[in-house]
């Protein structure tokens, strides 16, 4: 069940450790899930106890440590031979006598690192602090070094066998877009639209499936349009009211997001469709001038230039990079279209390009999801760009 | 937005504030999601920044402190006053040279707390290492005491609104499993199946919408059925096989987890039917024991007697503490129905019991969710037991 070929995660260990060699680290202790797939593509809904894979600099192969049940699952899913994939016994699982860290401590005093310089994704999501004080007090003479985010900065330009994934993520997001425009009506309950476009999302084309997205689809109308993060509720779409559709596509954990504004009714106000015309044509002339070499803040210059031209403003963060993920977030905290942000854009780096106008009452939205290419940048969605009126 | 009565949360509040005397603990830091949502009533997907809330000895208020756009969620709802609603500026998220938690700790710092017995999360799924360490850094004068679960052990015995919506919850859950049975057939793809089970779930009834499980649909079947966390393909079922179903209904963030067996074909192996009939003869049993009064361990117990009447054994843990939650899990990481566990059974405790016998190359599950009640225990779904043979 490995999706990629093994060469290309051993591709993927080589840049790992040319990072971890600049740092100074000799062992990696990943929790991160998305990075434990990245470097073994270990592949599972196992993140809800401790997990860690280890990367070693001397080792050709990472070490996969899991809880004991969910062994079958890496064997199942990685590259791993067999005696690099170690589980731990049911009763480190909510123990309050001891914690699966010290198992791992103990993996790492058996194989004589014990004193080596380890790096731990301090920030990474599920990394807690007991986990690390775990680590801190079962390694007494490790060096400890904060590694978060060192493996998302190598998972930032994608392999092509991840952008041909990347790909097929767009057209499962065509279909979830269309699915949540094809289901907005007035009467209808928010709940039973999100409903349809969650089966777009798992049931995918019908050539290949769709995976579960690190995010619930956003589809908020009315006051909710306010609070970027509310979920669903039992309330039906009403008619002559905005609504902001924020929603993705996944293939084996490989996003792409997509965010359109629709509204229900026959008279979306001057004001609202003024707003999209800028918003579509600032998404458009800021796609059509990105190229490599330029800095990620030079993207988000472009938009604001734009946008000033039209008496608007807007806080600076329009987009960041995305891809691999798990649950809560796609976005890989790494490289930002932001003021100040000087990653240079290369070939087969991705982004998802956000661009929300939120004014008192009314606002706009639209997205793309797309990669660098040698010339320019091509989206992996097609969808029109527009505020689409239903009535 | 607020689910339940401002009174139930101050009840609520009163019962923590009992547990932080206790352990002299003055100002709670509380990071888990499920957490900030039963002090305050707080829901959205924004768990992926760092947001907290405080709850204070002395305060009748917690504060909800996140990320500025999601203030106006918070405002939504919540009970607080608008004072105890803070957000941080956007150029804390993702930020290299600042931290969240510094803004949390000057918030504390504000306010005269910072000399105080502050009890944190140690384990909690969103609580960092990097988010410890730097309330660490900012709060130089602060004791910091683990208080992981404190809140949790509090959610241990429901309110009477919080069974009615589990109860809920159990009808969505009926409604989910029987969509899956009635969508399960060889040749149709695994992701097909699960997208009618996530529309089920989300859709709910035609009286009330469904909320998002926690933890995604499991339905494997043939060897994945090894690897319980692995999730769909796009591999169709196949016929004369075995199928898991590992489901949930959700409603307002409170779970019914329900577990079921199916059987594609019409040949059942004589070896899966007598374990079937087995397991499900003892979860009746045990159902039937249970009273309050009890300990969780003589609920294991009950169900060990009895598959050793019949030559099986089964690894410890067959239940535990559930409602309340956000991902990656919907249990509560407290009481568990496990050899050890002396956790005394009262009323509206919720549970669920999943019952799985695994055996080399075949298996049968089924569970129940369920409430204790003043004189046994009450089950939130009503669904049969037995295995479906589906042909």
Same mark, same amino acid.
């Given at each position: 069940m490995l999706i990629f070929e093994k060469t290309e995660y051993l591709l993927r260990l080589e840049k790992i450790k040319e990072q971890m060699e600049i740092k100074g680290v000799d062992l990696l202790v990943l929790a991160d899930p998305a990075n434990m797939n990245y470097t073994t593509g270990y592949d599972g809904w196992s993140f809800y106890v401790p997990q860690v894979v280890l990367v070693v600099k001397d080792e050709a192969q990472p070490l996969w440590i899991g809880r004991g049940m969910d062994a079958a699952g890496a064997t199942l899913t990685t +590259?791993?031979?067999? $005696?690099?994939i170690q589980g731990y016994p049911d #009763?480190?699982?909510?123990s309050i006598t001891k914690h699966p860290m010290n198992y791992v401590a103990d993996i790492i005093k058996q194989r004589g690192w014990a004193d080596k310089n380890i790096g731990v $994704?301090?920030?990474?999501?599920? +990394? =807690?602090a007991r986990a690390f004080r775990e680590l801190e007090k079962s390694l007494p003479n490790a060096v400890f070094t904060d590694a978060t985010n060192l493996v998302n900065w190598v998972r930032l330009i994608k392999s092509h066998n991840e952008i041909s994934i990347m790909k097929q993520a767009g057209k499962i997001a065509e279909n979830v877009m269309q699915t949540a425009l094809d289901n907005l009506s007035p009467g209808t309950r928010e709940c039973d639209v999100v409903a349809k476009v969650y089966q777009a999302q798992i049931s995918g084309t019908t050539e290949f499936g769709g995976d579960y997205p690190s995010i619930v689809p956003m589809m908020p109308t009315g006051v909710? *349009? *306010?609070? %970027? @993060?509310l979920t669903w509720t039992d309330d039906p779409y009403e008619d002559e009211q905005a609504v902001n559709l924020e929603l993705a596509g996944c293939k084996n954990r490989y996003h792409c997001p997509i965010a359109r504004t629709a509204y229900l009714g026959n008279n979306p106000s001057d004001k609202l469709s003024n707003i999209a015309d800028v918003t579509v044509e600032g998404l458009n002339l800021t796609l059509d001038a990105i190229? %490599? &070499?330029?800095?990620c803040e030079d993207v988000e210059l472009i938009w604001r230039n734009h946008i000033a031209k039209h008496g608007f403003e807007k806080e600076s963060r329009i987009g960041y990079a995305m891809g691999l993920n798990y649950p %809560? #977030?796609? &976005? $890989? @905290? *790494?490289? =930002?279209?932001? %003021? &100040? #942000?000087?990653t240079v854009l290369k070939p087969n780096m991705t982004f998802h390009m956000i661009l929300g106008m939120w004014m008192d009452n009314y606002g706009f939205e639209c997205s793309e999801s797309f990669r660098i290419t040698e010339t320019g940048c091509e989206t992996f969605a097609n969808f029109p760009r527009k505020l689409f009126v239903k009535n």
């Open positions: +590259f791993l031979k067999q $005696e690099n #009763d480190y699982v909510q $994704e301090m920030d990474a999501y599920y +990394f =807690s909710k *349009t *306010t609070a %970027p @993060h190229k %490599p &070499g330029m800095l %809560p #977030d796609w &976005g $890989e @905290h *790494t490289a =930002s279209l932001r %003021p &100040g #942000d000087k």
